[in-house]
């Protein structure tokens, strides 16, 4: 079972508080689709609006064409994984996985059989006897994972389920849940604020910021093409290099002049674009110690971020503007160094004072 759901001009008020403003969204059968936003930009809400856990103040709410929004969140057919797992501590995991198919009267060898086939699927057989506090963060984590399974529900909806667990649980997890994605033929919503699980595990992704919608694309539209300042700030990391730029045309594309008189051919459509002031964004991996080759301009290095495979390097022009650069794991360059880096000048962004974003032609270069 599988749900293609239709978010249209949703809008939630709490008192005179706009948390959500017309947001339209459609979300396609089996997709796995994330929801990304800083903290307090209404993911959960939306989440929540979707479950019927909060009412929708404005506009509709669709699964396969016929509307739910008005339907009690018992009769949409939809399971939620919380955060907080959510687990009865009393009863044993797999009266927890049975207790909301037992409440709606399913037959109990029908119960058993889903108990049975998720708790293979989740590997946790062995802890079903088992009550939630005997169990790891991890193991509650599946179990709440394998109480939303056995509804066989049409869409699976999940707020933050990674966030209790420590950093490499995180990681393991986040492949299981990639894993049992393709066992499991559902639609998936995922909320995060996580933009490494965003960016592993969504079909798309839906980054929302201030009430709005800021984008919905795929991890590397997302990544290479983001549509607005806020969107190429809030994913990848390190964050991208804004600097201050003044633009001017060369050959129908954008050159600029870096903070520091440096000027740069970009390979941006100039066509469309005003004077005013623009940031031009480029990611570390974009900027390259010049090694023999010509550079772009120079920079002193303040810090050097050493993460194993490569080596992040804090560099300060001239002006003092700073720019981070990438170079390899056993970089041979110290703090307080001069460098010669080369800017990739075909990897840039321009982002106008409204925010709004400006790339090259060429899709999935960035
Ligand atoms: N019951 C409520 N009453 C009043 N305001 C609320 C209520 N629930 C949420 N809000 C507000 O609505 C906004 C959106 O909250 P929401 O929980 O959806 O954010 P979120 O994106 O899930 O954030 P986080 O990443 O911190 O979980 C916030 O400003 C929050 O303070
Ligand atoms: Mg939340």
Redesign the pocket.
Known sequence: MTANIEISNVS?R??S?T??DGLSLSIKANEFMV?L????????????MIAGL?SVDEGTISINGERIDTLPPGQRDIAMVF?SYALYPHMTVADNMAFGLRNIAVPSDVISARVAEAARMLEIGHLLERKPGQLSGGQRQRVAIGRAIVKEPKAFLF??PLSNLDAALRVRTRVELAQLRNRVKSTMIF???DQIEAMTLADRIVV?NNRKIEQIGSPMEIYSRPASRFVATFVGSPTMNFLDVGISEENGFVSAKLPDGTQLKTAIRAAGLNGGTHALGIRAEAVKLANGVPATTTGKVDVLERLGDRTLLYTRLKDGSVVVAEDIGNSRVAIGDEVGLTLDGSRTHLFDAEGRAWHNEEPGHG
């Not at 936003?37 to 929540?48: A, F, M, N, Q, Y």
Request: charged fraction near 20%.
């Open positions: 939630k709490y008192g508080m948390v959500l929801f936003g800083p903290s307090g930009c209404g993911k959960s809400t939306l989440l929540r909060e955060q707020d933050e909320v995060t604020h929302m």
